[in-house]
T-cell receptor
Framework: DAGVTQSPTHLIKTRGQQVTLRCSPK?????VSWYQQALGQGPQFIFQ???????QRGNFPDRFSGHQFPNYSSELNVNALLLGDSALYLC????????????FGAGTRLSVL | KQEVTQIPAALSVPEGENLVLNCSFT??????LQWFRQDPGKGLTSLLL?????REQTSGRLNASLDKSSGRSTLYIAASQPGDSATYLC????????????FGQGTTLQVKP
């Protein structure tokens, strides 16, 4: 059984560009959460998706948006990239009916130059 | 606003020592608390989850305690090994209807052979 998978592993972009990160949840999970982890910091909650809708959102600007597909996979989109968006982006999946305990993927390392 | 703090930020010990990592949180109204391990540049591996009604959880050489009233949790690692070297993060969840985990900044542990 594959766990949470994220793609790509690494990504390099320049300021002002747009980026899309992808996440496939663990089998049987219906909920996807996204976190941003800057170097040396703990992860910060971006948002959570359930039934293809944004269920909860953290303190991130509208440049950060997401989507969940009918197969429960998810995308994180970031527009107008800033240098400060450089971070490890973590996806976590869970089953809302089982206490929403989150399992994390290996992350996507985004570097903005 | 919930804030999570971990002390110390970094710790270096010789192999075989027993050690304690600390986590404190400002709002005692939590649903559960979770300890994670993160290897450099990697995702998060869940170690222990303590529900708000529990006092401690154990897994192998790891023991986590929770004191909600004082806003504290500790992770005890017995007989440390070089393979325990990693960053340890604690995270709290505020309620059963929220998927948001609030993380501390982590403690980076180095166990020297």
């Amino acid at each position: 059984d594959a766990g949470v998978t994220q793609s790509p592993t690494h990504l390099i972009k320049t300021r002002g560009q747009q980026v899309t990160l992808r996440c496939s949840p663990k089998s049987g999970h219906d909920t996807v959460s996204w976190y941003q982890q800057a170097l040396g910091q703990g992860p910060q909650f971006i948002f959570q998706y359930y039934e293809e809708e944004e269920r909860q959102r953290g303190n991130f600007p509208d440049r950060f948006s997401g989507h969940q597909f009918p197969n429960y996979s998810s995308e994180l989109n970031v527009n107008a990239l800033l240098l400060g968006d450089s971070a490890l982006y973590l996806c976590a999946s869970s089953w809302l009916g089982a206490g929403n305990i989150q399992y994390f993927g290996a992350g996507t390392r985004l570097s903005v130059l | 606003k919930q804030e999570v703090t971990q002390i110390p930020a970094a710790l270096s010990v010789p192999e075989g020592e027993n050690l304690v990592l600390n986590c404190s949180f400002t709002d005692s109204a939590i649903y559960n608390l979770q300890w994670f391990r993160q290897d450099p540049g990697k995702g998060l591996t869940s170690l222990l989850l303590i529900q708000s009604s529990q006092r401690e959880q154990t897994s192998g050489r790891l023991n986590a305690s929770l004191d909600k009233s004082s806003g504290r949790s500790t992770l005890y690692i017995a007989a440390s090994q070089p393979g325990d070297s990693a960053t340890y993060l604690c995270a709290v969840r505020g309620g059963s209807n929220t998927g948001k985990l609030i993380f501390g900044q982590g403690t980076t542990l180095q166990v020297k052979p």
